[in-house]
């Protein structure tokens, strides 16, 4: 074969290559704003998922998670093998609680098994129907799961952002939210991704006055998550306004579909009873309190307990809890006439249960996951950052803390 041939042989895989980004781009282009984001969604995710994976494999050192004497509770843990690599580094913190929910049920606590009351129940159901067809691994498909509901709350927040603000900013709402730090928790198998999504889902539902639909995808958001059942409050505002608006108009402020609001509290009654028919009779909250040593405290006392901590011990994690909460904090006034009130309402309650509440082991545990995932702070972040400057800031910054975060939590919490 002659240099000229050999040559255009060569270019040929270039040239296929870029046709086929050409005719990707085309098909985007093509496609109305809501499939687009949804589009973009799945390339942030599979992303995302391949980037972090990555980089929490090479936190656990040799790939693997290594041993820190950390007392297992659950199923045994994979730290060997491409499942060790691939899987493993996910299998840590709530995620193996959540596991052994999807493979046994709900049991007491004991010497084999975590407090499992503590956790409700939707997410380690959702699991539990995939395992059959990814090989019975909880944590593969918690992953899986969690992949897709990711996709979905994405492009349920752009939707928001747009219907708000605009196609653009609902795509760097979508944008901000895919490569921020709350992304490692929607994409671990924890119950993250299912709150967020049912209960973005609700609020677009009750926008739309789809009233039975919202209340039942509150009743999931309810069962993902305790803090599910604030979303009754944007839930309430937005029907309120609108049955002042039928009033107005001389139509009937109420109909009988607001009856069926009631449904995500009794859900959480439901519960309440379900666990203590086995093995939990306080409820939910009693275990908490006796395996976290959990209880409710006046918002000041949290803040200035997780101050205390934080100076006394040098937690960093607890240092990065606190910096969230006042995060949070800082972007309620600013929500003000910028978001809709039941937006900024529910910021407001989320908040409050965050610092109303103390755990034993650090004051604010876990407040980053929650704050990551309140949903508001989005929506004014989308709104805001008009600069297309600003904007590309703030996605390195915020794809930088992303790894650091993911790094950083990896690293600290081995399993045994």
């Given amino acids: ?67 820190q004497g950390v007392v297992w509770l659950g199923t045994p843990p994979v730290t060997s093998g491409w499942q060790g690599l691939l899987i493993g580094p996910w299998q840590r913190n709530d995620a193996t609680f959540y596991a052994q929910i999807a493979l046994h049920g709900y049991q007491p606590a004991g010497p084999t098994n975590g407090p499992v009351g503590a956790f409700l129940p939707l997410f380690p159901l959702l699991t539990r129907g995939l395992m059959p067809i990814l090989g019975g691994d909880p944590i593969l498909s918690g992953l899986v799961l969690n992949s897709v509901l990711t996709v979905v709350a994405l492009t349920l927040i752009f939707r928001l952002a747009e219907s708000d603000f605009g196609v653009a ?57 305790l803090q599910g059942i604030l979303v009754m409050v944007p839930l309430l505002i937005e029907f309120a306004l609108q049955a002042r608006a039928r009033h107005a108009a001389g139509g009937r402020a109420l109909r009988w579909p607001h009856a069926a609001l009631v449904l995500p509290p009794l859900s959480l009654l439901a519960f309440q009873w379900y666990i203590g028919a086995h093995g939990y009779p306080q409820g939910l909250l009693s275990v908490e309190q006796s395996f976290w040593h959990a209880h409710l405290v006046v918002p000041g006392v949290a803040i200035w307990d997780s101050l205390l901590w934080v100076i006394s011990h040098g937690d960093i994690p607890e240092l990065i809890n606190l910096l969230s909460v006042a995060a949070l904090l800082a972007c309620i006034p600013l929500m003000w006439r910028r978001l809709r009130p039941s937006d900024t309402s529910y910021a407001a309650v989320s908040l409050l249960v965050i610092v109303c509440h103390v755990e034993g082991f650090s004051p604010l545990m876990s407040a980053l996951r929650f704050c990551l995932v309140t949903y508001p702070v989005w929506l004014l972040l989308g709104r805001g950052l008009t600069s297309p400057r600003a904007m590309r800031t703030a996605a390195l910054v915020l794809g930088g803390l992303t790894l650091v975060v993911a790094v950083g939590i990896t690293g600290y919490h081995v399993i045994e």
Avoid: K
């Fill in 1 to 67: 074969m002659s240099a000229s041939g050999e040559g255009t042989a060569s270019a040929l895989p270039a040239l296929r290559g870029a046709a086929l980004i050409d005719r990707l781009r085309a098909l985007v282009r093509g496609q109305r704003p809501l499939v687009r984001a949804a589009l973009l969604s799945v390339l942030l995710v599979v992303c995302m998922r391949v980037a972090l994976g990555i980089a929490i494999s090479v936190a656990c050192g040799d790939g693997h998670c290594n041993s």
């Fill in 169 to 225: 900013a609902g795509y760097r709402t979508l944008l901000l939210v895919g490569v921020g730090p709350g992304v490692f928790f929607l994409l671990s198998p924890l119950s993250e991704a299912a709150f967020l999504t049912f209960t973005l889902a609700s609020i677009v539902a009750a926008r739309r006055g789809r009233i039975g639909l919202a209340a039942i995808l509150a009743v999931w958001a309810t069962l993902s998550r």
